[in-house]
């Protein structure tokens, strides 16, 4: 299974970015699915997750601003982000996870900057 996302960048605080996740594998819809970032010096943050037909789940320091929601026929996770803020910055990375395997995207960067 490959997990490969695309849509970061640089971004002004207030502003908005969608992370896309698409899944190489099969039965998608059984995969727990998220995002996770990373800045340096700090450990991997769970931000959102969401199972094939469950409710989503995020941090707190991202309730209300950031949605995630996935497409099973097209097997992709996408993660909305509004109301950017400089501490947002990070390295995100989609998830996958099946039977207790775990899968990982590459990262994307993301940068909240004036």
């Known amino acids: 299974v490959q997990l490969v996302e695309s849509g970061g960048g640089l971004v002004q605080p207030g502003g908005s970015l969608t992370l896309s996740c698409a899944h190489s594998?099969?039965?998608?819809?059984?995969?727990?699915m998220g995002w996770y970032r990373q800045t340096p010096g700090k450990q991997r943050e769970l931000v959102a997750t969401l199972k094939g037909g469950g409710s989503p789940t995020y941090v707190d320091s991202v309730k209300g601003r950031f949605t995630i929601s996935r497409d099973n026929r097209l097997k992709t996770v996408t993660l909305q982000m509004n109301s950017l803020k400089p501490e947002d910055t990070a390295v995100y990375y989609c998830?996958?996870?099946?039977?207790?395997?775990?899968?990982w995207g590459q990262g994307t960067q993301v940068t909240v900057s004036s």
């Open positions: 594998g099969s039965i998608f819809n059984l995969y727990v």
């Open positions: 998830y996958g996870k099946k039977s207790n395997v775990e899968y």
